[in-house]
């Protein structure tokens, strides 16, 4: 029994000797620990030195690659391209060919550029406003439609953000504007001393057409930024912030800040024709607040005459004579809002980290301020 004894307490000491000491056990699992932090912290720095590195390729992409979108980024590679070559500016003036003694753009002075979609049958009134916007030293940009018309969005094609990034000033305008009594750089020094990234010239009273009743010219104001009317389906009182009672421009005669246009440029859909409901969103580029930073010259107005070019003369000749062009236009109009709506809502659910800035707030819930909506 003794030898016994003796074996097992030979056993035990051989144990404990094995587990470095009575604390053996417990020392060793603080091993384990500290290895296994050493290992996590150098997993930390390899993800952090890959993250800063892609961040850093980013940056490289967006400063040398400036005309890629976000999805052609993931597209395009021009690592074969030297640092440098792709140019991001344009004036948009014409070159000549043959001559080395061009002038050049002088970078310190300001630039404007007046955009119009124009077809031959309203050449007269275009050249009256080219003429008008030519003596203020704007660049002018004529898309010929004709047989085009309702093809594509010319502003989308062809007035990319880095392409006309030289212009502090753009006038997307219509055709049909008279402009007897506006001046462009009067227009522009009302603009510039208001703050405005989003406006138009008022609609003269008079004008053929008038969509919407922010748009009218208030005799006696300088400049308006919202009204209170209500008369009609949009009751414009003190309780409804949104368009188009304020923070609204129409389509007819936009003109965009250059930060302003590049947010806008990013929201004309590719794919659709109209724009229908566009004018409804614009305020979210306003680059601040919609109700400070949008608004209508009044001082400064022009005549919209209302003249009919879709479905003209001009529209596509392969119609039957019994199609009335303009309700299918309608008919494709309110198909392209009701795509662009859904668009909308869709962008907004998969978005959770956007907030509405111009949500309705209400007295009874505190918390509204920060529920994120589809729609105005």
Request: net charge positive; charged share 25%.
């Amino acid at each position: 029994m003794k030898s016994l004894k003796s074996w097992r307490w030979l056993h035990r000491k051989k144990s404990i000797l094995a587990d470095g000491g009575p604390h053996g056990a417990h020392g060793f699992r603080m091993k384990q620990l500290a290895f296994m932090a050493v290992v996590c912290l150098a997993m930390l720095f390899i993800v952090y030195r890959t993250t800063n590195y892609q961040y850093q390729q980013t940056e490289i992409e967006a400063k040398w690659h400036p005309f890629d979108n976000a999805e052609d980024s993931a597209r395009v590679n021009l690592d074969h391209l030297p640092l440098g070559i792709v140019h991001a500016r344009s004036d948009l003036e014409l070159k000549p060919l043959w001559s080395r003694s061009r002038k050049k753009v002088d970078d310190t002075t300001h630039h404007n550029l007046l955009a119009i979609a124009a077809g031959v049958n309203q050449k007269h009134n275009v050249d009256t406003v080219v003429k008008k916007f030519l003596a203020e030293n704007f660049t002018i940009a004529l898309f010929h439609y004709d047989g085009k018309m309702n093809e594509w969005w010319f502003a989308k094609r062809f007035l990319h953000p880095d392409v006309v990034s030289v212009y502090d000033y753009i006038f997307l305008w219509d055709e049909d504007l008279g402009v007897e009594n506006f001046n462009p750089q009067r227009y522009l020094d009302i603009v510039k001393s208001e703050g405005l990234e989003i406006s138009q010239p008022a609609l003269d009273p008079n004008s053929t057409e008038i969509h919407h009743r922010i748009t009218i010219r208030k005799r006696t104001k300088r400049f308006h930024r919202r009204i209170y009317d209500t008369r009609g389906s949009t009751k414009c009182s003190s309780s409804n912030m949104g368009p188009p009672c304020t923070g609204f421009v129409e389509g007819m005669a936009p003109v965009f800040s250059r930060s302003a246009w590049r947010c806008a440029w990013h929201l004309i859909q590719n794919d659709l024709v109209h724009g229908w409901g566009l004018d409804m969103k614009l305020g979210y580029c306003a680059q601040g607040d919609r109700t400070e930073k949008v608004g209508v010259v009044d001082s400064e107005y022009v005549v919209h005459q209302g003249i009919q070019t879709l479905g003209g003369s001009s529209a596509d000749k392969n119609h039957s004579p019994s199609i009335d062009t303009r309700v299918e236009i309608r008919r494709q109009s309110t198909h392209e809002l009701k795509i662009f709506k859904e668009r909308w809502k869709k962008a907004v659910d998969k978005d959770p980290s956007w907030v509405d800035p111009y949500v309705q707030r209400s007295w009874f819930n505190p918390f509204s301020f920060f529920r994120r909506t589809a729609d105005d």
